[in-house]
């Protein structure tokens, strides 16, 4: 359950990858979160090809979108991150 | 992720569905339950809070919160998250809504419904807009409680209404540099909406609050940022008084001029609204038999006016009581002092020449300004140049069309979110299988 | 325009701006009247097809004969119209349906039509995304798809360029002899095009069209998914009957990479709420044929009105009763296809041309001489 007042202690982590790389996050934070402490700035690209991230924060804007474990259009601020889980951004061209 | 993982095509039935997992929604569906009816309540996020409530799995959270959520899970509702509603009707017998659960079709079967789908923030399109470090104002509040670090990081927080306040302390406490707060409204609006703060005496302890928090932070009235400068991401704004134009070198912009009531679901199922929000009674019933509405979907009023209208919603859902006066009268000075933010804060008319030819309205689809400009409506300007044609539904885009041009969005059609093919063809609704509950507790939700 | 015009158009829908453009290059003073504005109504609706068809001779001869035109055309057409020159692949399901293709195969080439039978494992290779265990397909490389309003756009551009105008939210209430009534307004000429659509029979009493309701769904972007235009066999049949309702896998993908979904049919009067039964049984056929389809996510859905007929033809000629009146309506899902045949054939038989391909098959005279019952 949340807890009031002040946050108590360190998160564990658990690793996940991010365009191939692994990398050790907290549990519990959203994806997009995970990328923006990562300092990813491209998540998505445009029609046009311009780099795009986290407009809303709240799963209206469609621009934190990424794929995950292979599903395109995931919507990074929706979505806790999960031990294993594997996450491509617009930052890896392949 | 979702404790309960729904296979395709399961069915829920319920008393009272709840939309939205916000304040207002988890006040409707706690005071509900507690009475005994079967509730179940549907919400975007992975956990209870909505957008204000916002919390990590253990993380911290205010004491009201705590204390709702609580409620809400001995309340004995239940909590079916990750999940969008993207489809609604009525029936002789209730309503059957189609729910998209990770992906998964789920049919909701309730005989009554509480809107608390809340508001998104209007974002007005300005050069530069769309680079990565740009973020709405709520936004950069999402992220900040969904663990994103902005320590260290400059950032100019630059827009309209009292989230601006909030959100700077928040990050400020955080350990951003919080260089910047431009509110455009102008000193005199402003200083008018501090003086009905002293009708609201909890309103003004937050300000208080606020305002020492960042007391090292310049706090501007009567300024905006006119443009996003950066390759590739965010590396500076212009920032104006309408006199002096000056750079500010940041990380991060927060942009954002109010927030905007989430009515699509409300327009699909055939609810009257006014000026962008759901018309409701005295009783927080709209137009159509059997669907209440809350919260900022009736109208922005904040988190503790959405509260009061849960509990009168909950309270009084299938039944033909009244709310009990103290209720009635706690909700009355709350709406008086939401009356008089939304007037304070509107933006103003130098906002509608930020945009030049080259500036992307539509960002799902990068319709440019000089694209729309002729248009005559939003229709035209949806099929001729493919403004609001994205993935969003025109979210993002049509509330800052409207403000720019005065177009009316389209109607509204399934799916109201976009959803996979194989939740859209689901047939749940006639198929052989019995309505069973689904035994999802809010405590679930956080194991 | 100042005096009056030659020729006034009554709906700037894809088939009157067509109609509109020939009758411009012809040198006729034409004006364009629209109630709401260009290409806004059935136009909007539709999936943009250039496809040739074979439902009947007839219209197989105005389909091959409008592809050909729309292949000119294109090189020439704003990027904004999205011209795909993807090809169709009418796909089948068994034995007897690849029997089907076969014939369709010999009637197309003795048209002139390029259409090549795939094989199993062709068509696989071609469309990875199709359901294993399909019989084979015919492929018809010529056809495509556009984007229908501003598809529109770029022909009433055209018949501006030769003099035309355009006067939309104009609402045409009567059609009478060599004259137009639009509210209070009589605008006097010598030939009246009614391209009126699924209204065509509100202006012109007596024209049995009637809307047949369609319904389609569009998925974000997943590029390369699909890259012809597939259609089912059973599509002719749908299309052919007027019975209550009916589905048939119609999938497209449009230059922006997002899949198009249709079809559907249904005479329901003028209802364009979205019919959520129909909306999954036609769902439900795409993915008895694609699979994969499920996992797409769907952003839209919406509705729209073909002008149908009972005979599947349009009417493309003069209306005796009354004098300067011709009509130009009535294309079911064939009027994006079609509309340049239709323009030139109206402008050749106005002009008193010989025209390409044989138009008594469309003459509107045949609806008032037989008694129409559907």
């Known amino acids: ?94 | 992720m979702t404790p309960h993982a729904y296979a395709d095509d399961e069915i829920v039935a319920a008393d009272v569905a709840v939309i939205g997992a916000g304040p207002g929604g988890i006040a409707s569906a706690a005071c509900a339950a507690e009475r005994g009816q079967r509730v179940v309540v549907i919400d975007r996020g992975s956990l209870p809070g909505g957008q204000i409530w916002r919390h990590l799995r253990d993380g911290a959270i205010p004491r009201v919160a705590a204390q709702w959520i609580s409620r809400f899970e001995r309340s004995g509702a239940r909590f079916i998250g990750t999940a969008s509603v993207v489809d609604a009707h009525g029936e002789t017998r209730g309503f059957d809504l189609l729910v998209d659960a990770s992906g998964h079709a789920v049919s909701v079967r309730a005989r009554d419904i509480i809107l608390a789908t809340g508001a998104r923030e209007l974002f007005i399109p300005f050069e530069g807009w769309t680079l990565p470090g740009v973020m709405g104002i709520g936004g950069a509040q999402a992220l900040l409680k969904s663990g994103a670090s902005f320590t260290g990081k400059r950032v100019v927080i630059a827009g309209s209404g009292p989230l601006m306040l909030p959100v700077a302390a928040s990050l400020a406490r955080s350990g951003a540099r919080v260089v910047l707060v431009a509110e455009q409204a102008s000193r005199v609006a402003v200083a008018r909406f501090a003086a009905a703060l002293w009708r609201s005496p909890s309103m003004l302890a937050q300000a208080a609050k606020y305002r020492a928090r960042f007391l090292s932070s310049p706090y501007s009235t009567g300024t905006w940022v006119t443009a996003a400068h950066g390759f590739g991401r965010l590396e500076s704004v212009t920032v104006t008084d309408g006199k002096r134009t000056w750079r500010e070198v940041v990380d991060v912009l927060c942009t954002g001029y109010g927030l905007i009531p989430n009515v699509e679901l409300a327009q699909l199922l055939g609810c009257e609204t006014r000026d962008g929000a759901v018309i409701v009674d005295e009783r927080q019933r709209t137009s159509i038999a059997s669907v209440l509405a809350v919260g900022e979907a009736t109208g922005i009023g904040g988190a503790p006016l959405a509260l009061v209208e849960g509990e009168i919603a909950g309270s009084t859902v299938g039944v033909q009581t009244s709310p009990s006066s103290s209720l009635t009268r706690r909700r009355s000075v709350l709406k008086s002092a939401a009356r008089s933010m939304l007037d304070t804060f509107t933006p103003r008319a130098e906002l509608r020449a930020l945009p030049t030819i080259d500036t992307i309205v539509c960002r799902c689809e990068d319709v440019k300004y000089g694209a729309v400009q002729h248009a005559i409506c939003a229709r035209q300007a949806k099929l001729y140049a493919r403004a609001g044609m994205g993935s969003c539904q025109g979210r993002t885009c049509m509330p800052g069309l409207d403000f720019l041009f005065a177009w009316q969005a389209d109607s509204v059609r399934p799916p109201i979110e976009p959803t996979p093919v194989s939740v859209l063809a689901s047939d749940i609704a006639n198929s052989a299988s019995s309505a069973y509950s689904i035994n999802s507790s809010v405590g679930e939700a956080y194991q | 325009m100042t005096d009056n015009p030659d020729a006034v158009v009554v709906g700037a829908g894809i088939v009157g701006a067509a109609c509109a453009a020939a009758l411009a290059r012809d040198g006729m003073r034409v004006m364009i009247l629209d109630e709401s504005f260009a290409g806004s109504g059935t136009t909007a609706a539709g999936m943009g097809h250039l496809v040739v068809m074979d439902d009947s001779p007839a219209q197989l001869a105005l389909t091959a004969y409008s592809t050909r035109l729309w292949a000119m055309l294109t090189p020439d057409l704003p990027r904004n119209v999205e011209h795909e020159a993807c090809g169709t692949l009418w796909v089948a399901e068994d034995e007897s349906q690849l029997d089907a293709v076969r014939e369709k195969q010999r009637v197309y080439s003795q048209h002139g039509v390029d259409a090549e039978v795939l094989s199993p494992a062709q068509l696989s290779e071609a469309e990875p995304h199709l359901r294993a265990g399909l019989a084979g397909a015919l492929y018809v490389p010529g056809d495509g798809v556009i984007y229908p309003p501003n598809g529109a756009r770029a022909l009433l551009k055209i018949a501006a360029e030769h003099g035309a105008s355009l006067r939309e939210g104009v609402r045409v209430n009567a059609i009478a002899a060599r004259e137009v009534v639009a509210g209070s307004e009589r605008i006097s000429c010598d030939i009246v095009v009614n391209a009126a659509g699924a209204q065509a029979a509100r202006l012109t009493p007596g024209i049995p069209i009637v809307p047949r309701k369609g319904h389609l769904v569009i998925t974000d972007r997943y590029p390369g998914f699909c890259r012809h235009q597939l259609v089912e066999l059973g599509y002719l049949a749908s299309a052919h009957t007027m019975s209550t309702e009916s589905v048939a896998f119609n999938v497209q993908p449009r230059a922006t990479g997002q899949l198009l979904i249709g079809s559907s049919r249904e005479l329901v009067g003028w209802d364009a709420s979205i019919n959520r039964s129909i909306v999954r049984k036609m769902l439900d056929r795409a993915l008895d044929f694609m699979p994969t389809l499920a996992l797409t996510s769907a952003i839209r859905t919406w509705t729209g009105f073909r002008p149908a007929t009972p005979d599947k033809l349009p009417l493309i000629g003069a209306w005796e009763e009354t004098p300067g009146l011709w009509i130009a309506s009535g294309h079911e899902g064939l009027g994006i296809t079609t509309c340049l045949g239709t323009g030139q054939l109206l402008a050749d038989m106005i002009a008193g041309r010989n025209t390409a391909i044989d138009v008594v098959p469309f003459a509107p005279s045949r609806v008032l001489s037989s008694a129409v019952a559907h």
């Open chain 1, 1 to 94: 359950m949340p807890q009031t007042g002040v946050r108590t202690g360190v998160r564990s982590e658990l690793n996940i990858l991010v365009d191939d790389r692994p990398v050790r996050v907290a549990a519990g934070i959203s994806v997009a979160s995970a990328l923006f402490n990562l300092g990813v700035t491209s998540y998505a690209q445009s029609v046009t090809g311009e780099p795009r991230a986290p407009l809303c924060g709240m799963g209206v804007c469609f621009e934190c979108r990424v794929t995950i474990d292979s599903r395109p259009h995931q919507r990074a601020c929706l979505i806790p991150v999960v031990e294993g889980m594997h996450v491509i951004t617009a930052s890896n061209p392949g």
